[in-house]
């Protein structure tokens, strides 16, 4: 049972435009929201996240908008640059102790930003 | 500070040939945790682990072995190799008191298992 999907497994934009990469999950008790974004040979990094009690985070380029009713989130890249082309990963996990910190990840999209 | 370390950084074994993957964290974090990711597949938790001397087991922790003999050290053991385990092997860890779960990842091992 996957319970975070990515349903599109690539991405491609134009530098300058934005760059809209999906996430869906089926587990309305996830409490946090993260996204990852991992270059080719190296670990996983944390870009940014978002508490299950709002709707929007941003940091910088980056928005994380959460729509808890359709059980979907989403990562805004604005403006889109060469150096963001990555693969992204969406997580989410519980709160509370017995969580121990788990994550469960989506499969993954690749993002690639043309010059 | 050199984050989470992972050795080796690659390695190729011949069926039923054992080995074990080393990660050191120097952040003093309390979890750790073994993923394997494959394509279309994302990272799939192996094992983790709550402190030292302790694990338990992930989504997909068939075939693995695990130790954390001390805090700083998460061991991921593989004692008959297959082919079905070769992938890229990350270790990751955090802090009990992160507000958000943030794991921090190691560069990963990239195994071939022939």
């Known amino acids: 049972d996957q319970q975070v999907k990515q349903n599109s497994p690539s991405l491609s934009v134009q530098e300058g435009r934005i760059s809209i990469l999906n996430c869906d999950y089926t587990?309305?008790?996830?409490?946090?929201f993260l996204w990852y974004k991992k270059y080719p040979a190296e670990g996983p990094t944390f870009l940014i996240s978002?508490?299950?009690?709002?709707d929007k985070n941003e940091d910088g380029r980056f928005t994380v908008f959460l729509n808890k009713s359709a059980k979907h989130l989403s990562l805004h890249i604005v403006p889109s640059q060469p150096g963001d082309s990555a693969v992204y990963f969406c997580?989410?996990?519980?709160?509370?102790?017995?969580?121990?910190?788990?994550?469960?990840f989506g499969q993954g999209t690749i993002l690639t930003v043309h010059p | 500070n050199a984050g989470v370390t992972q050795t080796p950084k690659f390695r190729v074994l011949k069926t039923g040939q054992s080995m074990t993957l080393l990660c050191a964290q120097d952040?003093?974090?309390?979890?750790m945790y073994w993923y394997r990711q494959d394509p279309g597949m994302g990272l799939r938790l192996i094992h983790y682990?709550?402190?030292?001397?302790?694990?338990a087991k992930g989504e997909v922790p068939d075939g693995y072995n695990v130790s954390r003999l001390k805090k700083q050290n998460f061991l991921l053991g593989l004692e008959s190799a297959a082919p079905s385990q070769t992938s890229v092997y990350f270790c990751?860890?955090?802090?009990?008191?992160?507000?958000?779960?943030?794991?921090?990842f190691g560069p990963g091992t990239r195994l071939t298992v022939l």
């Open positions: 978002i508490s299950s009690i709002k």
């Open positions: 587990n309305s008790m996830f409490d946090y």
């Open positions: 997580a989410a996990s519980h709160a509370g102790g017995t969580s121990y910190g788990k994550l469960t």
């Open positions: 990751a860890s955090s802090s009990r008191d992160s507000a958000y779960n943030e794991q921090f």
């Open positions: 952040m003093n974090h309390e979890y």
């Open positions: 682990s709550v402190g030292e001397g302790t694990t």
